[in-house]
């Protein structure tokens, strides 16, 4: 059992070698020579099947990593009510909102 650090996943896994239908093409054509092939398998994932491992990581060093890739982000809206009103009428006119809808956003907007 070796554990392994998935890019993809952000855990520690037991990385695995799949075998998969080239594999079972391989034994057909080549009888047992196949066997050769099989140490130089990528291990991948289990979770996601992906072969983008490294060594495993500590608690600590997934838990920055985790910190780092999900930090809040400032959402900035855009004042200019004059765009919005734009955006409003563009989304009446294609039919995505009804008439009324564009006269609450519009009130909100310019009240």
């Not at 409003?88 to 008439?99: M, N, P, R």
Request: net charge positive.
């Amino acid at each position: 059992m070796t554990m392994k650090y998935c890019s993809v996943c952000q855990k520690n896994v037991d990385a695995k070698v799949k075998i998969g239908i080239g594999s079972f093409i391989a034994i057909i054509f080549t009888g047992l020579f196949w066997l050769l092939a099989l140490p130089f398998y990528s291990k991948r994932c289990p979770i996601c099947e992906n072969s983008h491992i490294g060594p495993p990581k500590s608690d600590n060093e997934i838990r920055k990593i985790n910190q780092a890739n999900y930090a809040p982000t400032q959402v900035v809206h855009a004042s200019d009510p004059i765009t919005q009103l734009e955006k409003l009428a563009k989304l009446k006119d294609s039919g995505a909102i009804t008439e009324e809808e564009y006269q609450i956003q519009k009130s909100r907007l310019l009240g």
